[in-house]
């Protein structure tokens, strides 16, 4: 049976990753990768709640296998969500093909 | 005369949509993650196979901070974002193939998502190579 992957996208603050990584890696994650980038907040909503966006995000992107896809999720959701100092964003991307992805051992 | 019987002619043509009236040739993002350096190739081949448009950005690996530091090694990565016909997919993922047998320098993945919309047809035409539109 071809397996599907789905591409988990997760941005956090500027050195949260190893604990998005962390939380992923203990339900089933293999690796990632990690990009640097620069949030753009909407500053008059930021004023309102008093909530301060960091502008320097971290964009970790990870592929899993679509049956661990809600456990990962969950667990960076929990490390480093919105309410966490990671403030972390989380969303997925269904992924067509693959290459050189390691073969899973489970077979 | 001519010109303004061509005018009319544009203004015509230029009603109704664009995926209406003409064959769509869905795209694709094809996002290859490789170590440091061995990005250009992958731009440089994808451009060879009639792609119009690669970008290439800076991204880190993910070991674990505490394993880099023993060994001492930083693991750069570059991840090139391109967008490909659907139909020249399987050339380039064929060129990654070859690519992540070389060594154990070269290796990496790659995947790819599909593209839901483009912003005008002049983009779209551009990312497709339509040099002509062909009527549905």
Not at chain 1, 56 to 76: G, P, R, S, T
Not at chain 2, 88 to 100: A, H, K, N
């Amino acid at each position: 049976m071809k397996q599907e992957m789905v591409l988990i996208v997760v941005i956090v603050n500027k050195g949260y990753n190893d604990l998005v990584m962390q939380a992923a890696r203990e339900n089933g994650a293999r690796g990632g990768t990690i990009v640097t980038a620069r949030g753009t907040g909407n500053e008059e909503t930021e004023k309102f709640y008093g909530v301060v966006i960091k502008p320097d995000k971290e964009m970790v992107l990870i592929i899993v296998d679509n049956i661990i896809k809600d456990k990962v999720l969950e667990a960076v959701g929990k490390t480093c969500g919105l309410n966490t100092k990671g403030q972390g964003i989380a969303f997925t991307l269904p992924v067509c093909d693959t290459v050189g992805l390691a073969e899973e051992d489970t077979k | 005369m001519n010109n303004k019987k061509r005018i009319e002619k544009d203004q015509v043509s230029k009603t109704g949509l664009y995926e209406d009236r003409f064959v769509l040739r869905p795209l694709k993002c094809l996002i290859v993650i490789v170590n440091e350096h061995q990005g250009d190739f992958f731009v440089n081949s994808f451009k060879d196979v009639g792609v119009s448009c690669s970008f290439s950005s800076y991204g880190k690996g993910t070991a674990s901070s505490d394993i880099r530091h023993i060994l001492g090694v930083e693991d750069k990565k570059d991840l090139v974002l391109s967008l490909v016909k659907e139909s020249d997919v399987g050339s380039c993922l064929d060129i990654c193939r070859e690519r992540f047998k070389v060594s154990q320098e070269a290796k990496g993945i790659a995947f790819t998502i599909k593209v839901d919309s483009v912003v005008g047809v002049m983009l779209y035409r551009f990312l497709t190579d339509t040099k002509q539109n062909r009527r549905k």
